[in-house]
């Protein structure tokens, strides 16, 4: 057993990008996704400002000791009719750097994100995890989600 | 085989809220989650006018012939760091009236947010629905879908 690694989570800034960028490419699945070239592409700044300005969503990063980027999550508190009107949030693009897995970074993000989720009135946090993705399934599991739904994607 | 009712789908108004409520709670699901008085609760009232300003959300609803608002959905266009800084698709809250299924009414307001989403730029269409939703699950698999995901929820 590996004592939790002391993180500090915060807003994510344009200068992270790269480092987040490096982490979803770092993944079986992210890396066929992505596309790491020096200077990154422009899209990937594009998107930042998008996501930074748009107040529904929050993109965090877990910083370690050093300051390094250690960990990312985007939480989104979406609005909605459905159940007396209460907003849900919604999990994407929960990544710890591969060598900094297994020491508890991923645990601290969920339930920072779950946490901050409830605080803005959600009645739920809901995420899709791909069908493979068995070891972040069992993850989720022990922080109290539970698997009630499929998750269906159309790609173009 | 029945004709594909002829529909039009339109941006939700405060005064559909009712009935939009009505078929949310005309539901399995949904039964035990909303609450019809009489007038409703403010609480759904609140949220239209959340979503109604958001732009990254359109709620539509489908009204017949004789404009009666016979289905719903909600969908959200999210930006993202992750594919290249592409937006994605989400759709919630995808409902038709129960006296008015089996005529074509859900498969062209998902088509029309696949084909929204599409138009905004997103990369992909996402939604959750839950484990009991057999039928559901079949007719998205006929629009293409594909069962890619497990989706997981935690609820407050």
Redesign the interface.
Known sequence: MTAASPITIRRARRED?AF??GM?ADDPL?SA???ITDPL?Q??????E??DR?P??Q?VVAADGEGAVVGCL?L?V???????????G?L??VRVASHCRSRGIGEQLVRWA?AEA?AKG??????????TRVDA?RF??R??????????????
Chains 1, 2 share one sequence.
Not at 43 to 48: L, W
Not at 78 to 88: E, F, V, Y
């Open positions: 990008v987040i960028v979803l992210g996704r992505e596309r592409p899209s990937y700044y594009q998107a930042f998008r996501v748009d529904n969503l993109l985007q989104c979406l609005p909605g009719i459905s159940s007396q009107g209460a907003s849900r919604l994407e693009d779950v409830h959600c009645i739920l946090v809901e995420l899709l995890t791909h069908q399934q989720y599991e922080l109290g989600f539970t698997r009630s739904h499929l998750g269906m994607t159309i790609r173009f």
